[in-house]
């Protein structure tokens, strides 16, 4: 936990007697910031972040209650803690001040041992609190870490000598997500290719995925129809399932030997399909329901024929559902559009380019949910 002596206090006053009496009152506790009015604090704030803010209200431009807000809106100031010192001893200013998000307030004139003792309280519970948020990002770390080595990484190798160029991109919301895909060698004429959406966020989705990806793995190398496969796995995921939780899959089987493609999904949406001199479309819909969510889920499986330079490109909806500032949706259309811009480029290249697209579109705005994409070439 960070030492107490290391924390740094902000004092908003526009008096300078003032500052000067809690500065003394608290120099050699802390490291001390001073600002005479709210812009100067807003100022300071965003160029080194305070570990608290002792605030004035009754200031020239902006007030004490606005600079609270403000300090709340920020991502960076959002929890440091505030607390009011103000002559306005009124209860209806008091709790305007927690409205806006104080944590503290302490009418003036003050005891500056009732002082000193309150922002020790303050820094001590902040102290406490960022040591316990850094042990949840670290355990988040190594969790991401476990997950993504859930995941199949040399996808070359996997499908060397088959004709399949394989790639798959991968980027939780958080730090941990619900997206998932596999690409498994079952045999030396079979490829297995799935990708999945985990209902939720966060750890219980992370833990369902992988739940999904063990089961999902077993039943690929035992059963030849991607129905079959999705619908064994339903059972297996219902069977026990408390939180009731359900994921959305797609399904494909790569006969070589019969230069076929199996096709199955359970409640997921289309994959893209590109095939020489052809505009890329949406194909395959799912026939059956998510998994995990009820017993007997009757999915259905489509069989077509490997042509060289076909290309079979799966997707979560973090790519389709990607929404910018102005809650616009990158939607299938520019999907599409974004694929044929390359549709003569290497699967790498092609998910590069659709990712770079999305961020684009996105102009900044926070990533909603998992992006997830995998691509499937034929070569012949």
């Given at each position: 936990m960070k030492n107490l002596s290391d924390s740094r206090v902000l004092i908003v006053d526009d008096v300078k007697d003032n500052i000067d009496v809690l500065v003394n009152a608290l120099r050699d506790d802390y490291k001390l910031s001073v600002a005479l009015d709210g812009t100067a604090a807003l100022?300071?704030?965003?160029?080194?972040?305070?570990?608290?803010?002792?605030?004035?209200?009754?200031?020239?431009?902006?007030?004490?209650y606005e600079v609270c807000r403000q300090l709340r809106?920020?991502?960076?100031?959002?929890?440091?803690?505030?607390?009011?010192?103000?002559?306005?001893?009124?209860?209806?200013?008091?709790?305007?001040?927690?409205?806006?998000?104080?944590?503290?307030?302490?009418?003036?004139?003050?005891?500056?041992?009732?002082?000193?003792?309150?922002?020790?309280?303050?820094?001590?519970?902040?102290?406490?609190?960022?040591?316990?948020?850094?042990?949840?990002?670290?355990?988040?770390?190594?969790?991401?870490?476990?997950q993504m080595g859930i995941l199949p990484a040399n996808l070359a190798a996997i499908t060397k000598g088959t004709g399949l160029d394989v790639h798959a991109v991968i980027e939780p919301a958080r730090q941990v997500g619900g997206d998932l895909y596999e690409v498994l060698r079952a045999s030396d004429s079979r490829v297995v290719v799935a990708l999945g959406d985990v209902s939720g966020k966060g750890i219980p989705a992370a833990l369902f995925m992988a739940v999904t990806v063990t089961v999902l793995r077993t039943?690929?190398?035992?059963?030849?129809?991607p129905d079959e496969i999705l619908r064994r796995l339903n059972d297996e995921l219902v069977e026990q399932n408390p939180r009731g939780m359900f994921v959305?899959?797609?399904?494909?089987?790569?006969?070589?030997?019969?230069?076929?493609?199996?096709?199955?999904?359970?409640?997921?949406?289309?994959?893209?399909?590109?095939?020489?001199?052809?505009?890329?479309?949406?194909?395959?819909?799912?026939?059956?329901?998510?998994?995990?969510?009820?017993?007997?889920?009757?999915?259905?499986?489509?069989?077509?024929?490997?042509?060289?330079?076909?290309?079979?490109?799966?997707?979560?909806?973090?790519?389709?559902?990607?929404?910018n500032?102005?809650?616009?949706l990158y939607g299938e259309e520019?999907?599409?559009?974004?694929?044929?811009?390359?549709?003569?480029?290497?699967?790498?290249?092609?998910l590069s380019h659709v990712l770079a697209d999305v961020r684009v579109f996105a102009d900044g705005a926070k990533q909603s949910d998992d992006i997830t994409m995998l691509a499937v070439r034929y070569t012949g």
């Open positions: 100022k300071s704030a965003e160029k080194q972040v305070p570990d608290l803010v002792l605030l004035d209200i009754l200031m020239p431009g902006l007030d004490g809106a920020r991502e960076a100031t959002r929890e440091v803690p505030v607390m009011f010192l103000s002559a306005l001893e009124d209860v209806k200013n008091k709790a305007h001040g927690f409205e806006v998000g104080g944590n503290d307030y302490l009418t003036k004139p003050f005891e500056l041992l009732e002082v000193k003792a309150r922002v020790h309280s303050l820094l001590k519970a902040k102290a406490y609190a960022d040591a316990v948020k850094a042990a949840m990002a670290r355990d988040l770390r190594i969790a991401n870490e476990i039943l690929a190398r035992q059963i030849e129809q959305t899959l797609q399904c494909l089987v790569f006969d070589m030997k019969k230069r076929r493609v199996l096709c199955a999904g359970a409640g997921h949406h289309q994959l893209a399909l590109l095939a020489p001199g052809q505009a890329p479309r949406l194909a395959y819909p799912s026939t059956g329901r998510p998994i995990g969510l009820m017993p007997a889920n009757q999915i259905e499986c489509e069989s077509i024929a490997l042509e060289p330079g076909q290309t079979f490109v799966l997707y979560s909806d973090g790519v389709s559902e990607a929404m500032a102005g809650d616009d520019r999907f599409l559009a974004a694929l044929d811009a390359q549709r003569n480029a290497t699967p790498v290249d092609m």
